[in-house]
């Protein structure tokens, strides 16, 4: 039986993915704001690497990061371009569990996946 590769992930789902992920790192970091220090050592982290060239959009965040809660949670759940741009270059891994991260996979591209 020849194994067949795995469905095309469409832009509209990874943005849909994404969406959900950070969907849920907002309940945790509301819940525990401190989480956000996370989110600020990634980006540091990142920065400081050997020849980093990384995305603009790791100033956007640092940015965002540097202002009110309201106002990083809502940028973390804008259902904007901008915001669908600022999740794919997210600082926030760490955050929630792999195992919750593959539960909002299988509920955004189904069990099969």
């Not at 525990?32 to 982290?45: E, S, V, Y």
């Not at 809502?74 to 600022?86: C, K, P, Q, Y």
């Amino acid at each position: 039986m020849a194994v067949r590769p795995p469905p095309a992930r469409t832009h509209a789902q990874l943005d849909r993915f994404n969406l959900r992920l950070h969907e849920e790192v907002a309940k945790c970091v509301r819940a525990n704001p401190a989480m956000l220090d996370r989110a600020r050592a990634n980006i540091t982290r990142w920065k400081q690497q050997p020849g980093w060239s990384g995305p603009r959009d790791l100033d956007v965040w640092s940015a965002i990061l540097a202002g009110p809660l309201e106002g990083v949670l809502s940028a973390m759940v804008a259902r904007t371009e901008e915001g669908d741009r600022l999740r794919q270059s997210s600082p926030f891994c760490g955050i929630i569990t792999q195992a919750r991260r593959m539960e909002i996979f299988r509920e955004v591209y189904g069990q099969g996946s």
